[in-house]
């Protein structure tokens, strides 16, 4: 009788074969927009994205949060769509992607930068799902056994992460995961609501301390961080218009839904933007641990695409290396990195303008070249047999400005990076006015066009290649 490990890998192989960089064959193309309408619907809501939305208050008004929200989630997901578009018209990772406009070579770069946030996430997700169920299983039963839970959701996240998008999506998600997490989202939204004076809220003056605009590049920031993976799991869609539009109505509708209950569980119930306050605070609001426990179900998700997401970063450099052994050497370095956080907590505000930063920006100069530069298309042989083998240094400096733009509106690096920018523009260029926080509309959207409007002149027009 075959073993557990040969039937699982026989389950695996038949339901969910492998897949490397290449552009996926129409038969693995199963994915409808349905299908990856219920995908980033699950994506976009959990309980990191309630500690994003807890962040916008009180500094902000609950109607100026609400705009924040309704604004940034709107804006945020458009690239995110766009980026799934050409996924799932190239049938290729999202890495991959990037090799005709800054080169083989210089699509390892963010390959390196995909893959440092990417287990970075990975092992934030570990801690804070652990960190949860153990303070949920201490209450209810007296376990405290941290690492015995920590090692439990890398297990389940990293096998999730090997059975691939298909089988994540057709036999866990729309069997099981998404209803779970639906109906818990919906009674943490109604026992919210019930909770505290409405009324007395919206009418709440904020604290102050947050401009507006900054506040929507916070909401900008969460569908940003998936823009590396998008194409990772759309790439398998069977059509492009339906994986564009369930991409962008499910998560925009979710990143808006959850980033409210985090802004109102601050509002009604005082719960702080941590995630393990965050998680209290539900447990007491909506009626006990086995409500939290079910929204962790929607949190492993999220940390298995971006275990997925890693290995295929990885392929995109060393693409004959298989990508099951790479997702669990991900998985194991989420685990140990996990297993020495202390407080994840105090940088979360900082990790997500730097998100945007970088990847910002990033999107400007593959919007640009992409979409316009090359009709909407490249072709396998651009990214492939004929691509530029070396770095398209000229690609990389629109990134490189947008990044410095988007840095001088929001500050998120260390002081001498910060100090050293002001001294460039003080006394090396003697400009009048002060570099940090030098935008009214805040740092996503002038950082976009600026990277966006530089790749237009400084890369190379080029015509659409064909396959």
Known sequence: MASITQRLEDVLEREAPEWGIRPVQPSLRKLSGLDLSVLWGDLSIGLLVMVSGALLVPALGLPQALLAIAVGSLIGTIPLALVGLAGAREGVPGMVLFRPVLGVRGSYLPSAINLIQLVG????EFWAMSRVANAVARDAIG??????????????????????????????????????????????????LTAGDLAALWNRPGTGGLPFWAAVDLVIAMPVSWLPLVADFNR????????AAGTFWSYAAGNAWFYTLGALLVLTA???????????????????????????????????????????????????????????GVGVAGLAIAAVLSDAAGAF???????????????????????????GRYG?????????????????????VGFVVYQWCVPTGPSWWIDG??????????LPFPLIGGSPLGASIPSF???????????RRRSAIST
């Open 121 to 124: 996430w990975t092992a934030f």
């Open 143 to 192: 376990l405290d056994a941290p690492l015995l839970w920590l090692l439990v959701v890398a297990i389940v996240c990293t096998a999730l992460a090997a059975g691939g998008p298909i089988l994540l999506v057709r036999r866990w998600l729309e069997r099981f995961g998404i209803w779970v997490v639906a109906a818990v989202a919906l009674w943490i939204t109604f026992r919210v």
């Open 236 to 243: 398998f869609a069977r059509g492009e218009r339906g994986a």
């Open 270 to 328: 005082g719960a702080a933007p941590d995630v393990l306050d965050i998680g209290t605070t539900i447990a007491a609001t909506v009626g006990g641990g086995v409500v939290l426990l079910a929204l962790l179900v929607g949190e492993s998700d999220q940390a298995m695409a971006n275990i997925y997401s890693s290995a295929v970063s990885l392929q995109n450099v060393r693409p004959n290396v298989p990508q099951r052994p790479l997702i669990v």
């Open 349 to 375: 505000e900082v990790f997500l303008f730097l998100i945007g930063s970088v990847f910002v920006p990033l999107f400007g100069v593959f919007a640009a070249d992409y979409f316009v530069l090359s009709r």
């Open 380 to 400: 396998e042989a651009a990214m492939f047999e004929r691509a530029d083998e070396s770095i398209r240094w000229r690609a990389l400096v629109p990134w490189i």
């Open 421 to 430: 920018l002001e001294h460039v523009v003080h006394d090396w260029l003697r």
């Open 449 to 459: 066009v600026v990277a966006f409007c530089l790749t237009l002149i400084v890369v």
